[in-house]
C-alpha cells in the first residue's frame, strides 16, 4: 500500500463520530510527583561526569558490574568512561558493546569526552560499528557479521559495537574463549533472561564460570526480565550494583516540574475515544495496539488514517522528512502541526527518510522539527526525543518493561518543558462480553503496573527494627531522632527514606542484604503480577483477610525466588516488600484524603509528608503493615474509575472462582499457626473475632484434611498390593 492509497479521504475518515463520553472521568490507580528541579542532573564534575556517571565510575574498577539506571541519565556515556578506564589502566584489550537493536547503537558514536574534561576520547572506527552495516541480524546475513567480529577480535583497535543477536551468532561460532581479556559491555540489559531457552542469558553464564572477560551490564528497567529471572542467584551475586533511581534523576532535572501516568478507560473503538486524551498542542509518541491484540481494529494503516483525521485536515506530506502535514481545526488553534508515521511500512525508502529527519542531529534541538509521532513497534526503547510531553499507548502491554521503556520516551529534560505524562487507554471490562475475562486481565495488568511505577518512583526505603538509632545522611524533621519514638528520616541526595518498624526481621546473608537493599521492587512486580492476589486484593476484599495476600501469597513468591536463602533470610525480604508497597500505598492515601479537604501540594516533598502522616497516625509495627490490603488504594480509585454495574459483574465473576484452600497454602498456613502458638501459647481458634486467626485455623483443618486424605490413600494402595 503506497502514501497515495492510505492518505486520509471523505468526511467520514477527517470527522469520525465521538461519543459523548467515550472514556472515563477518572483516571485508573495514577501516579503524579512533582520533582525539585535542583539542576544537579545536568551539571557535571571536572571530569565531564553527571551524577550518575561519577557514581558508575566509583566503581570501574569491579569484572562485573550492574548499572541500573532510568532513561537520559547518561548509562551510555557512563559505559564510554568505565570502557576507556578498563582499556588503558586495566590490562584488558578490546571493549565489546553489545545493543539490542541496531539503532541504539547509535548512543555508541564517537564523543569529543576530553573536550569536557576526561582522559580519553571515545571513538570506534566504522568498520568496527556493525550497527550501521546493511542487513538484519538473520542467519543469512550474520555469517559476514560473525566474520568481522573475528576480524576485530585479532586486530589491535579497541571498540566494536554490536547487536544482541550478532553477538549471540559470534559466541556461538568463535566460542567463549576467544572473548578471553575483553569487555563485555550488555546495554538494554533486561532482553536477557536466565531462562535456559534464552541463548545470551546461557552465553552470559559461560563467561562467569570462565571468569576471564569482564562484564558491565545495563538496563534503563526495574523489571529486569519481567517475570523471567535476568541471572541465576549465583551469578547475580557476583555482580557489583550502581542505582540510580527516577527520584534522583527526576528530581535532579533543570525543567521538568512533574510527571503523571494515568490510565483511562474507554468503551467502543479506541479511535472513537483517543481525541479525549490526545492534544495536539502537546508533544507526542501515540503507540497504536499491535494487529493481534484485541483493541486492533486490525488495519493499522486505517487507524493512523483516523487519527489523523480526528486531528483535523490532512494537508499532504513534507517532501524532504515525509511527515504528513495536518491543519487543526480553528477552535484547536487552526496551525498545521507535523505527524511521523512509523506505522507504514510499505516503503521501506519512504520509513528510512522519515527515521533520518527524526534521528537527524542538526533538528535535536528544534523543538518545532515534528509535532506527533505514530508508531506501532518502534520509538520505545533507545529512542531520543527530548521534547516528548506526552506518551499515549493504547491498549495493555504486557511487559512492565516496555511500559517504563514508553514512560522513558517522556521523562528528558528540555527547555520550557514543565509537565511530561503518559496515558495509557484500556478497553473498560463488561462482565456481559464474552471478552470480560481479557478485559479483567488487561484492567489487573494496568493497576500492576500503576502500583509498580509508584514504587519505581519513589525513593528507596532504609527499613530497620525499632531504636536501631539515626542513620548518617539522614533528616529526621525539625525534632530530629527520637530514641523509643516514631522516626521517618529523608535522604534527599540518595533518594532514600529511613524507617523503623517494630518487629522488623533484619536479613542474615550478604544475598539477603542485597535482596532488601537492591532489589524490593523485583520482589513486588513479582506479587503484583500474582493474578491470584490481584483478583482476590481488588475484587474479592470481603472474602480475603489481608493477610492471606501480604503473609501467604508474597510468601510463596520470596520461597520460589529465593529457594535456596533461610527461613529467616525468606521472612525479612517478604517483610521489606510488603512494607516498602503497603507504607507507599498508604501515604498516597493520605495525601488524597489531605488534597479532597483542601490541603496544600507539597511539592517533591509530598510523599515524605505522607509517610509522616501515615506513621504518626499508628506506631508502625510488622503485624500492623501485615494486616493493610496492598490493593486498598488503588480499589479505591478504581471504584471511582469504573461503572458500578460492570466493577459489581467483575467482583462477582472473581467471587466465583474461590477454591478451596490449597495443599501448599495449607501448609503454610499451618507454619503461621504453630508461630501463633509459639507466641499465645495456643493453637488459633476457627471461631475467633480475628479474620486472619480464624484463617490460620482453616488452614490447620485443611492440612489435617489432607493427610487424612494421604493416608487412606496409602491404606487403600497396601490394601490393593496384598
Given at each position: 500500500m503506497?502514501?497515495?492509497?492510505?492518505?486520509?479521504?471523505?468526511?467520514?475518515?477527517?470527522?469520525?463520530?465521538?461519543?459523548?463520553?467515550?472514556?472515563?472521568?477518572?483516571?485508573?490507580?495514577?501516579?503524579?510527583?512533582?520533582?525539585a528541579?535542583?539542576?544537579?542532573?545536568s551539571?557535571?564534575?571536572?571530569?565531564?561526569?553527571?551524577?550518575?556517571?561519577?557514581?558508575?565510575?566509583?566503581?570501574?574498577?569491579?569484572?562485573?558490574?550492574l548499572?541500573k539506571?532510568?532513561?537520559?541519565?547518561?548509562?551510555?556515556?557512563?559505559?564510554?568512561?568505565?570502557?576507556?578506564?578498563?582499556?588503558h589502566?586495566?590490562?584488558?584489550?578490546?571493549?565489546?558493546i553489545?545493543?539490542?537493536?541496531?539503532?541504539?547503537?547509535?548512543?555508541?558514536?564517537?564523543?569529543?569526552?576530553?573536550?569536557?574534561?576526561?582522559?580519553?576520547?571515545?571513538?570506534?572506527k566504522?568498520?568496527?560499528?556493525l550497527?550501521?552495516?546493511p542487513?538484519?541480524?538473520?542467519p543469512?546475513?550474520?555469517?559476514?557479521?560473525?566474520k568481522?567480529?573475528?576480524?576485530?577480535?585479532?586486530?589491535?583497535?579497541?571498540?566494536?559495537?554490536?547487536?544482541?543477536?550478532?553477538?549471540?551468532f559470534?559466541?556461538?561460532?568463535?566460542?567463549?574463549?576467544?572473548?578471553?581479556?575483553?569487555?563485555?559491555?550488555?546495554?538494554?540489559?533486561?532482553?536477557?533472561?536466565?531462562?535456559?531457552?534464552?541463548?545470551?542469558?546461557?552465553?552470559l553464564?559461560?563467561?562467569?564460570?570462565?571468569?576471564?572477560?569482564h562484564?558491565?551490564?545495563?538496563?534503563?528497567s526495574?523489571?529486569?526480565?519481567?517475570?523471567?529471572?535476568?541471572?541465576?542467584?549465583?551469578?547475580?551475586?557476583?555482580?557489583?550494583?550502581?542505582?540510580?533511581?527516577?527520584?534522583?534523576?527526576l528530581?535532579?532535572?533543570?525543567?521538568?516540574?512533574?510527571?503523571?501516568?494515568g490510565?483511562?478507560?474507554?468503551?467502543?473503538?479506541?479511535?472513537?475515544?483517543?481525541?479525549?486524551?490526545?492534544?495536539p498542542?502537546?508533544?507526542?509518541?501515540?503507540?497504536?495496539?499491535n494487529?493481534?491484540?484485541?483493541?486492533?481494529?486490525?488495519?493499522?494503516?486505517?487507524?493512523?488514517?483516523?487519527?489523523?483525521?480526528?486531528?483535523?485536515t490532512?494537508?499532504?506530506?513534507?517532501?524532504?522528512?515525509?511527515?504528513?502535514?495536518?491543519q487543526?481545526?480553528?477552535e484547536?488553534?487552526?496551525?498545521?502541526?507535523?505527524?511521523?508515521?512509523?506505522?507504514?511500512?510499505?516503503?521501506?525508502?519512504?520509513?528510512?527518510?522519515v527515521?533520518?529527519?527524526?534521528?537527524?542531529?542538526?533538528?535535536?534541538?528544534?523543538?518545532?522539527?515534528?509535532?506527533?509521532?505514530?508508531?506501532?513497534?518502534?520509538?520505545?526503547?533507545?529512542?531520543?526525543w527530548?521534547?516528548?510531553?506526552h506518551?499515549?499507548t493504547?491498549?495493555?502491554?504486557?511487559?512492565?518493561?516496555?511500559?517504563?521503556?514508553?514512560?522513558?520516551?517522556?521523562?528528558?529534560?528540555?527547555?520550557?518543558?514543565?509537565?511530561?505524562?503518559?496515558?495509557?487507554?484500556?478497553?473498560?471490562?463488561?462482565?456481559?462480553?464474552?471478552?470480560?475475562?481479557?478485559?479483567?486481565?488487561?484492567?489487573l495488568?494496568?493497576?500492576?503496573?500503576?502500583?509498580?511505577?509508584?514504587q519505581?518512583?519513589?525513593?528507596?526505603?532504609?527499613?530497620?527494627?525499632?531504636?536501631?538509632?539515626?542513620?548518617?545522611?539522614f533528616?529526621?524533621?525539625?525534632?530530629?531522632?527520637?530514641s523509643?519514638?516514631?522516626?521517618?528520616?529523608?535522604?534527599?541526595?540518595?533518594?532514600?527514606?529511613?524507617?523503623?518498624?517494630?518487629?522488623l526481621?533484619?536479613?542474615?546473608?550478604?544475598?539477603?542484604?542485597?535482596?532488601?537493599?537492591?532489589?524490593?521492587?523485583?520482589?513486588?512486580?513479582?506479587?503484583?503480577?500474582?493474578?491470584?492476589?490481584?483478583?482476590?486484593?481488588?475484587?474479592?476484599?470481603?472474602?480475603?483477610?489481608?493477610?492471606?495476600?501480604?503473609?501467604?501469597?508474597?510468601?510463596?513468591?520470596?520461597?520460589?525466588?529465593?529457594?535456596?536463602?533461610s527461613?529467616?533470610?525468606?521472612?525479612?525480604?517478604?517483610?521489606?516488600?510488603?512494607?516498602?508497597?503497603?507504607?507507599?500505598?498508604?501515604?498516597?492515601?493520605?495525601?488524597a484524603?489531605e488534597?479532597?479537604?483542601?490541603?496544600?501540594?507539597?511539592?517533591?516533598?509530598?510523599?515524605?509528608?505522607?509517610?509522616?502522616?501515615?506513621?504518626?497516625v499508628?506506631?508502625?509495627?510488622?503485624?500492623?503493615?501485615?494486616?493493610?490490603?496492598?490493593?486498598?488504594?488503588?480499589?479505591?480509585?478504581?471504584?471511582?474509575a469504573?461503572?458500578?454495574?460492570?466493577l459489581?459483574?467483575?467482583?462477582?465473576?472473581?467471587?466465583?472462582?474461590?477454591?478451596?484452600i490449597?495443599?501448599d497454602?495449607a501448609?503454610?498456613?499451618?507454619?503461621?499457626?504453630?508461630a501463633?502458638?509459639?507466641?499465645?501459647?495456643?493453637?488459633?481458634?476457627?471461631?475467633?473475632?480475628d479474620?486472619?486467626?480464624q484463617?490460620?485455623?482453616?488452614?490447620?483443618?485443611?492440612?489435617?484434611?489432607?493427610?487424612?486424605?494421604?493416608?487412606?490413600?496409602?491404606?487403600?494402595?497396601e490394601?490393593?498390593?496384598?
Amino acid at each position: 500500500m503506497t502514501q497515495a492509497d492510505t492518505k486520509p479521504s471523505g468526511d467520514d475518515a477527517l470527522h469520525p463520530a465521538v461519543p459523548a463520553n467515550p472514556t472515563n472521568q477518572f483516571v485508573v490507580p495514577s501516579v503524579s510527583i512533582t520533582t525539585a528541579r535542583t539542576g544537579a542532573t545536568s551539571k557535571t564534575n571536572a571530569l565531564g561526569m553527571r551524577p550518575m556517571q561519577e557514581r558508575a565510575w566509583a566503581k570501574r574498577g569491579e569484572p562485573y558490574l550492574l548499572i541500573k539506571s532510568p532513561p537520559a541519565s547518561g548509562k551510555s556515556r557512563a559505559l564510554m568512561f568505565i570502557a576507556l578506564d578498563k582499556l588503558h589502566n586495566q590490562g584488558l584489550k578490546q571493549a565489546i558493546i553489545v545493543v539490542p537493536e541496531r539503532s541504539i547503537g547509535g548512543s555508541f558514536a564517537d564523543e569529543p569526552l576530553t573536550r569536557f574534561g576526561f582522559y580519553w576520547d571515545w571513538v570506534v572506527k566504522p568498520q568496527w560499528n556493525l550497527c550501521n552495516t546493511p542487513g538484519a541480524d538473520e542467519p543469512r546475513v550474520a555469517k559476514s557479521k560473525v566474520k568481522a567480529v573475528a576480524e576485530f577480535l585479532s586486530s589491535g583497535d579497541p571498540v566494536l559495537v554490536c547487536t544482541h543477536a550478532t553477538f549471540r551468532f559470534a559466541v556461538d561460532e568463535l566460542g567463549v574463549a576467544a572473548f578471553d581479556g575483553r569487555l563485555i559491555a550488555i546495554d538494554e540489559f533486561h532482553h536477557v533472561s536466565a531462562n535456559p531457552d534464552n541463548k545470551l542469558g546461557a552465553q552470559l553464564g559461560a563467561f562467569m564460570a570462565r571468569d576471564k572477560a569482564h562484564i558491565v551490564a545495563m538496563t534503563g528497567s526495574y523489571f529486569r526480565g519481567d517475570a523471567e529471572a535476568v541471572l541465576a542467584p549465583q551469578d547475580e551475586e557476583r555482580f557489583d550494583t550502581v542505582t540510580y533511581t527516577y527520584y534522583e534523576q527526576l528530581n535532579g532535572y533543570q525543567y521538568l516540574k512533574s510527571l503523571d501516568i494515568g490510565y483511562f478507560f474507554y468503551t467502543g473503538r479506541y479511535l472513537d475515544a483517543i481525541m479525549k486524551v490526545l492534544d495536539p498542542s502537546l508533544k507526542t509518541i501515540v503507540h497504536i495496539p499491535n494487529v493481534n491484540s484485541r483493541e486492533s481494529l486490525q488495519d493499522k494503516y486505517r487507524e493512523v488514517e483516523e487519527i489523523m483525521g480526528a486531528l483535523g485536515t490532512w494537508k499532504g506530506q513534507d517532501p524532504v522528512t515525509g511527515f504528513h502535514l495536518v491543519q487543526l481545526p480553528p477552535e484547536k488553534g487552526g496551525r498545521t502541526i507535523k505527524v511521523a508515521d512509523l506505522v507504514d511500512d510499505s516503503d521501506a525508502n519512504h520509513r528510512s527518510k522519515v527515521l533520518a529527519a527524526l534521528k537527524d542531529p542538526t533538528q535535536r534541538d528544534n523543538r518545532d522539527n515534528v509535532d506527533i509521532i505514530i508508531a506501532l513497534g518502534m520509538a520505545k526503547e533507545g529512542f531520543d526525543w527530548i521534547w516528548c510531553e506526552h506518551a499515549l499507548t493504547i491498549g495493555y502491554r504486557n511487559s512492565l518493561t516496555e511500559i517504563v521503556q514508553i514512560i522513558g520516551r517522556a521523562t528528558r529534560d528540555a527547555p520550557g518543558k514543565e509537565k511530561a505524562s503518559f496515558t495509557n487507554l484500556i478497553a473498560e471490562p463488561d462482565a456481559i462480553e464474552a471478552t470480560v475475562v481479557d478485559a479483567v486481565n488487561d484492567t489487573l495488568k494496568a493497576i500492576a503496573a500503576s502500583l509498580l511505577m509508584e514504587q519505581v518512583l519513589a525513593p528507596r526505603f532504609e527499613f530497620t527494627p525499632k531504636n536501631q538509632g539515626a542513620l548518617e545522611g539522614f533528616d529526621y524533621g525539625e525534632e530530629g531522632y527520637k530514641s523509643g519514638g516514631i522516626n521517618v528520616g529523608v535522604n534527599e541526595a540518595t533518594g532514600q527514606y529511613h524507617v523503623e518498624i517494630n518487629g522488623l526481621t533484619k536479613p542474615e546473608s550478604p544475598e539477603a542484604t542485597r535482596v532488601c537493599r537492591e532489589d524490593l521492587n523485583e520482589v513486588i512486580t513479582a506479587f503484583v503480577q500474582d493474578k491470584t492476589a490481584l483478583e482476590r486484593g481488588l475484587f474479592d476484599q470481603e472474602n480475603t483477610v489481608p493477610e492471606e495476600l501480604t503473609q501467604l501469597r508474597m510468601g510463596k513468591i520470596v520461597r520460589d525466588r529465593y529457594p535456596d536463602l533461610s527461613e529467616t533470610d525468606q521472612e525479612a525480604i517478604r517483610q521489606h516488600a510488603v512494607a516498602a508497597l503497603n507504607i507507599t500505598q498508604q501515604a498516597k492515601q493520605k495525601l488524597a484524603e489531605e488534597r479532597a479537604y483542601g490541603g496544600d501540594d507539597k511539592g517533591n516533598m509530598s510523599l515524605i509528608h505522607g509517610v509522616r502522616k501515615f506513621v504518626n497516625v499508628r506506631d508502625l509495627d510488622i503485624d500492623l503493615i501485615d494486616r493493610i490490603n496492598p490493593f486498598e488504594a488503588a480499589y479505591a480509585v478504581l471504584s471511582k474509575a469504573m461503572d458500578e454495574k460492570s466493577l459489581r459483574q467483575v467482583q462477582a465473576v472473581i467471587a466465583a472462582k474461590r477454591v478451596s484452600i490449597p495443599l501448599d497454602e495449607a501448609r503454610e498456613l499451618a507454619k503461621r499457626a504453630l508461630a501463633f502458638k509459639q507466641e499465645r501459647g495456643r493453637l488459633p481458634d476457627i471461631n475467633a473475632q480475628d479474620p486472619w486467626e480464624q484463617k490460620m485455623a482453616e488452614g490447620v483443618a485443611a492440612l489435617a484434611r489432607y493427610r487424612a486424605q494421604e493416608k487412606a490413600a496409602e491404606a487403600r494402595a497396601e490394601s490393593d498390593h496384598a
